[in-house]
């Protein structure tokens, strides 16, 4: 196995983790829109609502760019790895492209109009969107740690069902609950008055669930593909979702969000030590695995890619910080002026 | 139920297609949107600051789609194409991955910074998110061209027995195709020129609409920067499409000799402007035909020699026969009846459409301009259709161009190296790309039917009235932001 071929299975990962701690808050906020959303009144619920979408709305976009880079890497790093995973995955994949589809057209358009039929519809979208979504890539991601069936031409053998496997499905839930505790810490921590009790006082409720979940899937995977360093990541992703429970009931919400970023950093990163030296095994006697060695690009384009990914990376990350420090300012119901005039 | 193949055919047509209405609106719009932001920063006219915030409303209403509708297309390759993108990820993969990682970032963070950015952010700053954005649109561009002109004209591989695919071995040769050199230039003035064309032809209808009011100068404004956008423009469309089509004709003669219906290789070669009749070579009547036209647009020398379709098919029979004995049949198979040629009415047909709204659109920028000098204010009511077409031919335009240009590749998938019917996904069922197909179709037209209304809305409403931004600079903690979703 050359070093580049090491460093690429290295960067997918960690394409995926940014797309998890990133995106992974966004969808929490989306999916909590009808819990965290609901006021005394109609006119206090939309207020709420729309302080909720506020915090995610400079983000949201860019945020999702890690899912297409992560997808646009494998597709250069490794081609036999995203040709197999795409066309086997068929029909889940369909699913989070409609699910972000109708998501990302709610945040855009659900304040166009001043109509509360309009917005009713948008938030079902966003809603739905923001839970589909999350679950679909745990489901995803954990089948490609598990093993599918993959003939000796590497080729996809299951079908849907395949897919919705009990691990699979535990997988998807853990990140759709790690997704809700994640968005409810970041709402904790960018707005002000009651939301921010509520975001707190739920997040510690989601907290021990997601913890529940995590624990038992990771413990699953551990013990059918794990490795040293998996238990090494397993324990420090549970010890982190623990302190963020904890610092989250001290009050303390930064430290509350950073604790499940690193979770949600340290699950994606115990999936890819479990992987490891495969990238998509087959659980087929017979088949054909995909490993970082038989999938990887030559090595000329893995050159080229480490070269762009060193030089476009840090710019990258420094005008993502640079968003999240202009918009660093909490945010109430106060500031939500008045609806656009647009019936 | 068709094969896998022709529906995931149809499918990639059906959301490409869409896909590519968004974005020449988006790379354009962004452009003046940007402009007419700097010019506010720079004067404090208002009517820059009104212009800035309504026509960057409605950009914004139509990147939505762009953006959601380009996930799809990023995923598709592995899902419908799988071998495909087995074949040639080692080269095809990596634009797409700069494009990603240089330009989508780029364009996606500091549009929400553009979006939420009134009043938290320095103005000067501000005007430049979507200078940034506009650049990301068009490093985009940059990317997914080269990507597609790989497949017109592959450059910069070798084909690795031990792999049994195609690897890269110059990645300069890709990003510097001689394809792509022209395509960018065409595809990304041909955005501009849509991007004109929209403020043009929504400015044309306000213009008339509120003419005698304040308003009236505030949208011959737009008429005019709009007007001059899409005419400097469609000038370069024009140039660089007649550089590409010389380069066509060396790299693809048979997309050429589609384009003319042109049976037999001549010099001096005609081209038709309209044909009545079946273009198969056998009856058709070519009406108000030039001579040695199409010698010209291919060779640039009206007695050039312009290969004909029926020579072309037995060079074409030959490149086949070559690449499926070198590469086996998992990447070429040879085509029943020897049938190597486009679907010609297609080619012959979109070729004129893309090149007769174009001119349209340039006749009709130009009117614009004129009829707009010295404070003037189109009267007759004709303009009214003007104004309804004017940002409709130049997107159409655009979408013939882009299926003349696939259709006329066919039946290969990469010229000369890879035939379509060998890139389908094996292990996907004709059944799941039905129901993908019909998905996607459902939610595109649900989704265009909504877009369409609201845009049309938005422009009813026209520009709102000035407010001076400089009015909240001393707001208190607690007062309501600018923009909130």
């Known amino acids: ?24 808050f966004d969808f929490g906020v989306g999916a909590l829109l009808p819990a965290l959303g609901a006021g005394r009144d109609a006119v206090e619920t939309e207020k709420r609502r729309r302080v909720m979408l506020t915090t995610i709305g400079p983000h949201w976009d860019g945020n999702e760019v890690w899912l297409l880079t992560a997808g646009g890497a494998t597709f250069a790093a490794f081609p036999e790895w995203y040709a197999t995973m795409f066309s086997a995955f068929y029909l889940p994949l369909l699913l989070v492209l409609v699910a972000l589809i109708v998501r990302n057209m709610g945040f855009e358009y659900r304040g166009k109009r001043d109509d509360d039929t309009w917005r009713a519809r948008w938030d079902w979208a966003i809603i739905g969107g923001s839970v589909v979504a999350p679950f679909l890539v745990g489901v995803a991601l954990t ?14 053998t299951g079908n849907l069902f395949t897919l919705l496997n009990p ?18 810490f970041f709402l904790a921590l960018k707005t002000t008055g ?20 995590a624990v038992v899937t990771l413990l699953w995977l551990g013990v059918s593909t794990g490795s040293v360093w998996s238990w090494v990541t397993t324990v420090i992703a549970a010890g982190a979702l623990l302190g963020a429970i904890f610092a989250n009931t001290k009050r303390r919400e930064g430290w509350a969000f950073v604790g499940t970023a690193v979770t949600a950093a340290m699950a994606v990163a115990t999936y890819f030590l479990a992987l490891y030296p495969d990238v998509m095994p087959s659980s087929l006697t017979g088949g ?24 476009f990376t840090p710019i990258v990350l420094l005008y993502t910080a640079y968003t999240y420090y202009t918009f660093r300012k909490r945010i109430g119901t106060q500031h939500i002026p008045a609806a656009v005039a647009v019936k | 139920m068709g094969s896998s193949l022709d529906v995931a055919r149809w499918q990639f047509a059906i959301t490409t297609v869409y896909h590519f209405l968004f974005v020449p609106v988006t790379i354009g719009m962004s452009g003046v949107v940007a402009y007419f932001h700097t010019q506010w920063v720079r004067t404090h006219r208002p009517e820059y600051y009104r212009l800035t915030k309504f026509f960057g409303k409605l950009f914004l209403i139509n990147f939505a789609l ?18 495909y993108s087995r074949f040639v990820g080692d080269i095809f993969g990596a634009p797409l991955a700069f494009e990603a990682l240089l330009a989508f970032f780029l364009e996606s963070t500091f549009l929400g910074v553009w979006v939420f950015g009134w009043g938290r952010v320095p103005e000067k700053l501000h005007a430049s998110t979507m200078w940034l954005t506009h650049i990301g649109t068009v490093l985009s561009a940059y990317f997914i061209l080269a990507a597609n002109s790989f497949m017109q004209h592959p450059v910069g591989y070798t084909f690795n027995p031990d792999t049994g695919r195609a690897e890269m071995s110059d990645f300069v040769a890709v990003l510097t195709n001689k394809v792509q050199l022209v395509t960018f230039p065409h595809v990304v003035l041909s955005a501009y020129m849509v991007g004109g064309a929209v403020i043009m032809g929504v400015g044309l209808w306000l213009l008339r609409r509120d003419r005698g009011t304040d308003d009236e100068p505030v949208y011959r404004k737009a008429v ?3 007007a001059v956008v899409a005419l400097v423009a469609s000038v370069g469309v024009v140039v660089s499409g007649d550089v590409q089509g010389k380069i066509m004709t060396e790299v693809q003669p048979m997309k050429m000799a589609a384009a003319e219906a042109l049976y037999d290789t001549e010099s001096n070669a005609p081209f038709s402007v309209l044909s009545i009749g079946a273009l198969d070579g056998s009856s058709a009547t070519r009406i108000i035909e030039v001579p040695g036209l199409l010698s010209f647009l291919g060779t640039g020398s009206f007695d050039g020699t312009v290969e004909g379709i029926n020579d072309l098919k037995v060079t074409e029979r030959e490149m086949a026969q070559k690449v499926a004995d070198q590469y086996g049949p998992d990447v070429a198979v040879l085509v029943a009846d ?33 009829t707009t000098r010295k404070g003037g204010v189109p009267q007759s009511r004709w303009w009214t259709w003007v104004a309804v077409l004017t940002p409709l031919l130049p997107i159409i335009a655009n979408s013939f161009g882009w299926i003349f240009t696939e259709m006329g590749r066919q039946p290969w998938l990469v010229y000369g190296l890879m035939t379509t019917a060998t890139g389908v996904s094996p292990s996907v069922s004709v059944g799941e790309v039905w129901v993908s197909m019909v998905v996607y179709t459902l939610v595109y037209a649900a989704l265009a039917v909504v877009e369409v209304k609201l845009f049309l809305t938005y422009v009813k409403r026209g520009a709102d009235p000035y407010e001076d931004p400089s009015e909240h600079a001393d707001a208190d903690e607690d007062a309501p932001l600018q923009f909130a979703y």
């Open chain 1, 1 to 24: 196995m050359d070093t580049l071929q090491l460093v690429w299975f290295g960067l997918i990962g960690l394409l995926w983790a940014g797309y998890l701690v990133l995106e992974g």
């Open chain 1, 143 to 156: 089948n490609v740690v598990h093993g599918v069936p993959l003939d000796g031409d590497s080729e996809y």
């Open chain 1, 167 to 184: 691990l699979s499905l535990l997988g998807g839930l853990t990140v759709l609950a790690l997704s809700l505790t994640h968005g409810a």
């Open chain 1, 194 to 213: 009651t939301i921010r009790e509520d975001a707190r006082r739920m997040g510690t409720t989601l907290g021990l669930v997601a913890a529940g979940l």
């Open chain 1, 288 to 311: 054909r695995s995909l490993t970082i060695e038989n999938a990887s690009s030559s090595p000329l384009t893995l050159k080229i890619m480490t070269g762009a990914a060193l030089v």
């Open chain 2, 66 to 83: 762009g953006l959601v509708t380009g996930i799809v297309q990023e995923f598709q390759f592995g899902m419908n194409w799988s071998d």
């Open chain 2, 224 to 226: 005019r920067v709009g």
């Open chain 2, 338 to 370: 020897d049938d190597y040629t486009p679907i010609i009415p297609v080619a012959y047909w979109t070729f004129r459409l893309m090149m007769g709204f174009g001119f349209l659109t340039m006749i009709f920028a130009a009117m614009a301009l004129w």
